[in-house]
């Protein structure tokens, strides 16, 4: 079974530390909002999903502490709560998704005594972490048809068990395709600078004896160009309305490359990552992050001091350069406008 990297147990939150992949395992309990969004903010939980289950978890374990007299005065508490969650990353939807579902959670379970709301808020974090594992079989279940019987799949960042509730977007779909029968093996891109490929995507799937090979970012083209991939899996932050797609900084160059060699592109989300409210990819926000991540690796220097840098953490890759949508609800292709609003329909 794939890892699930994030359980509730003995009345806290554990998560396994991503930051320490692939060499250490450990566990590290939360038992308060302010270091679930702390625990957010410095990646020990990462992936549009697993944020959005870590939000949710976070909001239960907020509305544990609150001490009120009526619902409005836990509203008053909530909200801030829910609003210092919000603040830890901007760019995948399913963070925000998750906790506008705890705040409708609270309100249509305004008149429950106290402890009873608390309880269901509970309920439903528990219920927003199973549901998601149980998108990703689905869309894996999807996905896999689209797949060769035999071949070589590239994927960028990590969109595996470690970044959802379990099973994962874009691996799910490789995991569905191998509990298939079918014969897929995996390029992972090492993604820098954080290497969630080289570091996550590589740990998870050598665990699940799946066929992985670890490349670095700039050698996608010459593989594409000799014929060594067969097509390229990703996951996903946020989609726009219109179909652009936001994810891992460097996915839009893997898009560009796979058209030019005439390899499909597909991207697996569950619908909790579908922004409808955003017109297109041009609307989503895009986050920037520390220039050490580019200046160093660890404590080692690979960069002159005081060297300009950038960091934008996730690209948009736009619809055009995306062969399919893979939801747990089905695929959507062609017609992404038309297509991801029928999903919600
Ligand atoms: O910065 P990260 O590691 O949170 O970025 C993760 C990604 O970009 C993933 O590809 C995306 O969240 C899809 S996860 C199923």
Same mark, same amino acid.
């Given at each position: 079974m794939s890892i699930i990297p994030i359980l509730y147990e003995d009345d806290c939150v554990k998560m396994i530390d991503q930051r320490l992949l692939p060499t250490q395992e450990v566990w590290l309990e939360y038992r308060d909002y302010r270091s679930v969004a702390e625990a957010i903010v410095t990646m020990v939980i990462r992936g549009a999903p697993a944020i959005g289950i870590?939000?949710?978890?976070?909001?239960a374990l907020g509305a544990r502490e609150i001490e009120a007299s009526d619902f409005s005065d836990f509203t008053r508490k909530f909200q801030p709560i829910c609003e210092e969650l919000a603040a830890t990353r901007p760019t995948a939807v399913n963070l925000f998704w998750a906790l506008d579902r705890m705040k409708d959670c609270a309100c249509?379970?305004?008149?429950?005594?106290?402890?009873?709301?608390?309880?269901?808020?509970l309920q439903e974090a528990h219920e927003i972490a199973r549901e998601d594992l149980a998108m990703n079989e689905a869309m894996g279940k999807h996905? +896999?048809? %689209?797949?060769? &019987?035999?071949?070589?799949?590239?994927?960028?960042?990590?969109?595996?068990?470690?970044?959802?509730?379990?099973?994962?977007?874009?691996?799910?779909?490789?995991?569905?395709?191998?509990?298939?029968?079918?014969?897929i093996a995996v390029y992972a891109d090492e993604t820098?600078?954080?290497?969630?490929?080289?570091?996550?995507?590589?740990?998870e799937l050598q665990r699940d004896a799946i066929p992985v090979t670890l490349i670095c970012d700039n050698m996608a083209g010459a593989l594409m160009a000799k014929g060594e991939i067969d097509g390229v899996i990703v996951g996903a932050d946020r989609i726009a309305a219109n179909g652009d797609v936001a994810n891992k900084i460097g996915?839009?160059?893997? +898009?560009? %490359?796979?058209? &030019?060699?005439?390899?499909p592109f597909y991207v697996a989300v569950p619908t909790s990552t579908i922004d409808l409210s955003l017109a297109d990819g041009s609307q989503i926000p895009i986050e920037e992050r520390a220039e050490r991540e580019v200046t160093h690796t660890g404590d080692i220097q690979l960069a002159p001091s005081g060297i300009a840098v950038r960091?934008?953490?996730?690209?948009?890759?736009?619809?055009?350069?995306v062969t399919a949508?893979?939801?747990?609800?089905?695929?959507?292709?062609?017609?992404?406008?038309?297509?991801?609003?029928?999903?919600?329909?």
């Open positions: 870590a939000a949710a978890y976070g909001a249509s379970h305004q008149f429950l005594p106290l402890p009873d709301l608390k309880h269901r808020l996905g +896999a048809t %689209l797949f060769p &019987e035999e071949g070589t799949i590239l994927t960028h960042c990590n969109a595996g068990a470690l970044a959802t509730g379990g099973y994962g977007t874009a691996l799910g779909v490789v995991r569905a395709a191998v509990e298939m029968g079918k014969k820098r600078p954080f290497n969630q490929g080289s570091r996550l995507t590589a740990w996915t839009y160059t893997v +898009a560009v %490359l796979a058209r &030019e060699h005439n390899i960091n934008p953490a996730f690209d948009v890759t736009p619809n055009r350069l949508i893979i939801t747990e609800k089905g695929v959507v292709q062609g017609d992404y406008a038309n297509g991801l609003k029928a999903l919600f329909d």
